[in-house]
């Protein structure tokens, strides 16, 4: 399967990823590579653990995005982490685009809906974060942003709005949220 190519909305999380990355970061669904080697770039991050449930991808972005800072691991979701990982940032960069009949591409298709990998993630990543650590989203209107918003509050999560924009058949959103101390 080809690794995704960065698109408007990689760049549009890349720009908060080189502002607020910070600490010990999870690269979820890393691709290229991109946002890994965006946050290893910041002076505030000491590691950078990028993760893919793709081994093409994991290929690409170990040979293209090679890091002192950055190491590569095949995981779906968090299944390839010990128990005790944990992180100051974890960044993800969803594949959100609605399951179509036969449409398995890993970088693009997030389930029936859409949502279903966001929120499978936003369940897992509380198990995985640090004490005051934060979780940089993307998220589409393609995948109903308002559910899987609602559903980020519901598991409790705070959240606000970082930037976002509209392109021919979408509004791409970047969030921040964290968990209550
Ligand atoms: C939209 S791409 C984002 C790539 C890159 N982070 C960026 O910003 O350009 C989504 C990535 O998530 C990966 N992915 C999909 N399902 C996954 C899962 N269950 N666990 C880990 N990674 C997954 C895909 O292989 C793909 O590389």
């Known amino acids: 399967m080809p690794v995704y190519e960065p698109q408007e909305d990689s760049a549009l999380l890349q720009q908060f990823v080189a502002k607020l990355a910070c600490g010990d ?3 979820m669904g890393t691709g290229s590579g991109i946002q890994a080697v965006t946050a290893a770039a910041c002076e505030a991050v000491q590691s950078v653990l990028a ?3 793709d081994e093409e991808a994991l290929v690409f972005a170990r040979e293209h995005h090679a890091h002192e ?3 590569y ?3 779906d979701l968090f299944s390839g982490l010990k128990e005790e990982e944990s992180f100051d940032t974890i960044i993800f960069n969803p594949p ?3 399951n179509e009949e036969g449409d398995e591409h890993p970088a693009l298709y997030g389930g029936k809906h859409g949502w279903e990998l966001t929120v499978r993630f936003l369940k897992e990543a509380k198990r995985h974060l640090k004490a005051g650590g934060q979780v940089l989203l993307v998220v589409s209107t393609l995948a109903n942003s308002e559910h899987v918003l609602r559903e980020a509050q519901r598991l409790g999560w705070h959240h606000e709005l970082l930037g976002e924009e ?3 058949f979408e509004r791409v959103s970047v969030h921040r949220l964290w968990r209550q101390p």
Do not use: G
């Open 166 to 168: 509209a392109y021919f």
């Open 96 to 98: 959100y685009l609605p």
């Open 73 to 75: 691991r095949k995981s």
């Open 69 to 71: 800072k950055v190491s």
């Open 25 to 27: 970061v999870l690269d």
């Open 51 to 53: 993760v893919d449930i």
